[in-house]
């Protein structure tokens, strides 16, 4: 029987594996869709990636309140968002954003809440990936559907 997590057939490394620099891994994060904020949205620091994709300085966007800037649009009530974010620690769902030129998307969102050693909320790292493509494709795909006559009608 594989040790949990080992690949079948494989062996896990008992040498130490290499420490991942800090200077990669800030590298890897620049790449990354990924803010952190206040519960209130007031955003405490994002990465150059999530300031690219949404065509904000990351100087405008910090100190800002994302849902604002963003004119987020949310699929529930955001105090209804929060209070399960509050008591399970996390919320993901699509979001409804709009960049800096004034175009929109649509993000799969990812919230986890950071708590101190005391379990006090301190803030939330959201990491958005956008999916406005995949959404568009997803809706033509339906509307074609709608739109095509089927040809197995009637048939039994």
Request: glycine fraction near 8%; charged fraction near 25%; charge should be positive.
């Amino acid at each position: 029987m594989n040790a949990p997590g080992a690949a079948r057939g494989k062996r896990l490394a008992t040498s130490p594996q290499p420490r991942l620099s800090t200077e990669r891994l800030l590298r890897t994060l620049d790449l990354s869709h990924l803010l952190v904020r206040r519960l209130d949205g007031t955003i405490l620091f994002c990465t150059p990636g999530i300031a690219r994709l949404y065509g904000w300085p990351q100087e405008e966007m910090d100190g800002k309140c994302s849902h604002s800037l963003l004119k987020t649009e949310f699929p529930r009530p955001l105090p209804e968002i929060n209070e399960r974010l509050l008591a399970m620690g996390y919320w993901s769902g699509e979001l409804r954003h709009v960049r800096r030129d004034g175009s929109g998307l649509s993000v799969a969102s990812h919230w986890s809440l950071q708590c101190d050693d005391t379990g006090q909320a301190l803030s939330v790292v959201e990491v958005n990936s956008e999916i406005s493509d995949w959404n568009r494709r997803g809706n033509i795909a339906r509307f074609s559907a709608k739109r095509t006559p089927s040809y197995f009608a009637g048939a039994t």
